[in-house]
């Protein structure tokens, strides 16, 4: 849909029961309100493509209301949108009562998401039941957000699987080390993606995260370089 009007696809998907997944990427969508709309409605869709469109903090503060309602979602991919951090703070609102969520994709945002947000996130995890894969990497993230994310996978949540953090340069030993400490007692936390685009990580300190992920988890290398 080349000019961006999702308005057929919407009205499609509203009444739809079959459909399992939906790829608009890079479709620069210019009514993101009848696609959430129509996710409100929709019970059968498990996956959602909306990387590189445009979507700022109001399409995502739109899309979290769909998900307050929409339980049957599974996959949302936000990647190399305009989400800032009033619209992360409306997905993490809404991550607190979704039940059907298990990934979230916010790779690359073109506003600066960074601590703040990274702390929405921490307290939506702390109560989250569902959510499996987080992917945050090259968001200029800090020590901050990155120990408030591992704050809540040590102490509260206990469903997480995935998170990704890599191409965030501002990230350090503290980071790290909070990080292997919720990976030592989390009891699914398996993947932690710290490796790429970081350089104030020291090759020690990204050690000692690797031999907390082969020693407490059924840790898999290539799926962490997959990701990247």
Partial sequence: DQDGDV????????????????????NKITN?????????????????LLEN?????????LLANALVVNSTLQSLNLDYNKIGNDGVKALA??????????ELILKQQQ??????GAMYLAQSLCVNTSLK???????NIGNLGAKALAKALQWRNKTLERLWLNYNPRLGTSALCALVM??????????????????????????MLLHALVHYTHYDR?????QA
């Fill in 7 to 26: 308005t057929e696809v919407a009205r499609a998907l509203a009444v739809n029961k079959t459909l399992k997944g939906l790829a608009l990427q890079s």
């Fill in 32 to 48: 993101i309100a009848s696609l959430a709309d129509a996710l409100k409605q929709n019970t059968g869709l498990e996956q959602m």
């Fill in 93 to 102: 609102h809404a991550l607190r009562v979704n039940v059907g969520l298990q």
């Fill in 133 to 139: 894969t987080l992917h945050l990497s090259d968001n």
């Fill in 111 to 116: 506003e600066i998401i960074g601590d703040e």
């Fill in 182 to 207: 919720a990976v030592k007692v989390h009891p699914r936390l398996k993947h932690v993606g710290v490796s790429h685009g970081n350089p104030r990580i020291r090759d020690a300190d990204a050690t």
């Fill in 53 to 61: 469109n445009c979507i700022d903090d109001k399409g995502a503060s």
């Fill in 222 to 226: 290539d799926d962490d370089n997959e």
